[in-house]
């Protein structure tokens, strides 16, 4: 029976996926506990429209576009923090997942305010939208799915038109669309049970997350050193002529 490599390139996929789960339990949770899309800004900007022509309902538009503010500052706190646009692990993926976890949970047990907690998670997925958006040179979204179809559809296409290159890139963004399917299907079945405490969930959720990018980091530096030193004591030492 051949041996079974999980390569790191592998590890990190596997991470990048995780986060899209994570992404799709926080937004459904949002959605069943306050009735608004945390990451879906189309369906919202109608609503604003909706609600200012039909209902007149001023509190309603003020959160929408509340959240289209906080998501847009999310995403220009995360291109702060991390201007190389590519996937590496020497970013700061962690550290900011961490620190969105430790937020949503001092909110969530210190905090008895519903707007503030919808506010501070959209914030949280634009954070993270716009922090870990390009991997190989390949861009793509964690936070939602309208972006993950059109590109699954144009890999496929230029996969069909004879660029067999682009079969890795199919691969992964299907399994981003099932990563958001299955942190769905989690969030309903677990409100089910939790109720409003899938926020709290959420929250414990983002840490293990950024703990999990720890130690993905840890092992690569580790095995970087490893190989360093072996080629190092595999070189064979230079002749020095008087």
Not at 131 to 150: A, D, E, Q
Not at 200 to 213: A, E, H, K, N, Q
Request: glycine letters at 8%; aromatic letters at 18%; one cysteine or more.
């Amino acid at each position: 029976m051949p041996k079974i490599i999980i390569t790191q390139d592998f590890k990190i996929r596997i991470w990048i996926y995780s986060v899209c789960f994570l992404s799709a339990f926080i937004n459904i949770g949002g959605f069943l506990d306050y009735a608004y899309s945390l990451s879906h800004y189309t369906g919202n900007f109608v609503d604003i429209i909706y609600d200012i022509y039909i209902f007149h309902r001023i509190t309603s538009v003020l959160i929408l576009i509340g959240f289209s503010v906080l998501f847009m500052l999310g995403a220009a706190i995360a291109a702060f923090v991390n201007q190389n646009k590519d996937f590496h692990l020497e970013s700061r993926f962690g550290e900011v997942q961490f620190i969105i976890g430790a937020i949503i949970l001092l909110i969530y047990f210190c905090f008895d305010n519903e707007v503030l907690f919808v506010l501070v998670l959209s914030m949280s997925l634009g954070v993270q939208n716009g922090l870990i958006r390009s991997y190989k040179g390949m861009g793509f979204k964690t936070t939602h799915v309208t972006g993950t179809l059109s590109d699954l559809g144009s890999y496929i296409g230029y996969y069909f038109n004879g660029d067999k290159s682009n079969s890795w890139k199919i691969v992964f963004q299907f399994m981003l669309l099932i990563s958001f399917l299955f942190g769905t299907f989690a969030g309903i079945f677990l409100h089910h049970y939790v109720h409003h405490q899938i926020l709290m969930y959420g929250g414990i959720l983002y840490i293990l997350s950024g703990l999990l990018y720890f130690i993905l980091r840890y092992t690569d530096k580790k095995k970087s050193e490893k190989e360093a030193a072996a080629e190092v004591q595999n070189t064979p030492p230079v002749d020095i002529k008087q």
